[in-house]
């Protein structure tokens, strides 16, 4: 996972909230190129890469196999038949290529470690939220609960109190009703 230069630079400003996904990776962004920024290794780094590619190997293979087939029947006579100068153009590229691949190897491992470690932070940091989350859910439904707790008592005494205005507006009506036969003194 590379970060791009707008991540780096106008992404740090965004990130001080604390919010942007690759926020554990800023403080390694240094690490991006195995070679440095500058030109030279930006070439050093694309020589390195295109070693591997099938299209080197095969470009090789024909090179190859046009030098030897030039020299063995004759067309050329720069380099018969122990090919020495063909060794000696292998020993040059071995020279060369070696290093770089085991210099794009060593950086691509500093920077693997470091995003091994800025995913194990970001890990971290999720894990730290989601117990947080889980508190806040944990709080939030014991809440709940005494707020229905507290519902069903209120539901329970508005039930007995409207029995209660039920016995005591029957009472009021029998004391009315029967009382209410005559004038009162």
């Keep these: 996972m590379a970060l791009s230069e707008s991540a780096t630079s106008a992404g740090v400003e965004g990130m001080a909230g604390g919010r ?5 990776h800023v403080p390694h962004a240094h690490l991006e190129r195995a070679f440095g920024s500058d030109a030279f290794g930006v070439k050093a780094e694309a020589f390195a890469r295109f070693f591997g590619t099938p299209v080197f ?21 720069f380099d018969l038949y122990p090919f020495i100068l063909l060794n000696l153009a292998f020993s040059l590229q071995a ?3 070696a290093p770089l691949i085991l210099l794009a190897q060593t950086r691509q491992a500093d920077r693997d470690k470091a995003h091994a470690e800025a995913d194990a932070l970001h890990r971290e940091a999720l894990a730290a939220e989601s117990v947080e989350r889980q508190a806040l859910m944990a709080r939030q439904t014991t809440q709940i609960m ?3 707790e507290q519902n069903t008592e209120l ?10 205005i039920e016995v005591l507006t029957a009472e009021i009506h029998g004391h009315l009703m029967g009382g209410s036969s005559g004038p009162r003194s």
């Design 57 to 77: 190997l095969i470009a090789q293979t024909f090179v190859v196999a046009l030098w030897i087939l030039a020299n063995a029947a004759h067309f050329a006579h």
């Design 146 to 148: 005494e707020l229905l």
């Design 155 to 164: 539901t329970r005494l508005t039930r007995e109190l409207s029995q209660r």
């Design 95 to 97: 020279a060369y290529s």
């Design 20 to 24: 942007h996904h690759l926020r554990f």
